[in-house]
């Protein structure tokens, strides 16, 4: 299994930015996937996820209402849209897929949920 996360750059506060992730190695389309993000000296933290088999989005707090999650089946991609952005959501950005298992809800919040991890894109908001 392979996960690619693509699209990071720099963007100014207020502005939009999508960021893709794409899979490989998974049997069949609808995917689990989760976002996470590491900023400089802190811990990573869960961004969003979006369920296996379904259109259900979960959401961190910081970023519900200005981050939208989406997927292409025919593509095996799932998005991230960051809208309104704030040089707080500077960080490198994660997406993660629990495999060809599909987790309770409350684990995808969890980054030890999710054995399959691609490279990170970083993102920096800043004018």
């Known amino acids: 299994v392979q996960l690619q996360a693509f699209g990071g750059g720099l963007v100014q506060p207020g502005g939009s930015l999508r960021l893709s992730c794409s899979a490989s190695?998974?049997?069949?389309?609808?995917?689990?996937v989760g976002w996470f993000r590491q900023a400089p000296g802190r811990e990573r933290e869960f961004v969003g996820a979006?369920?296996?088999?379904?259109?259900?989005?979960y959401y961190a707090d910081s970023v519900r209402g200005r981050f939208t999650i989406s997927r292409d089946n025919t593509n095996n991609r799932v998005y991230l849209q960051m809208n309104t952005l704030r040089p707080e959501d500077t960080a490198v950005y994660y997406c993660?897929?629990?495999?060809?298992?599909?987790?309770?809800?409350?684990?995808?919040?969890?980054?030890?949920?999710?054995?399959?991890w691609g490279q990170g894109t970083l993102v920096t908001v800043s004018s």
């Open positions: 993660a897929s629990p495999g060809t298992g599909n987790p309770i809800m409350s684990s995808y919040y969890q980054a030890s949920t999710y054995p399959y």
């Open positions: 190695g998974l049997t069949g389309g609808r995917i689990g």
């Open positions: 979006i369920r296996k088999g379904s259109s259900a989005t």
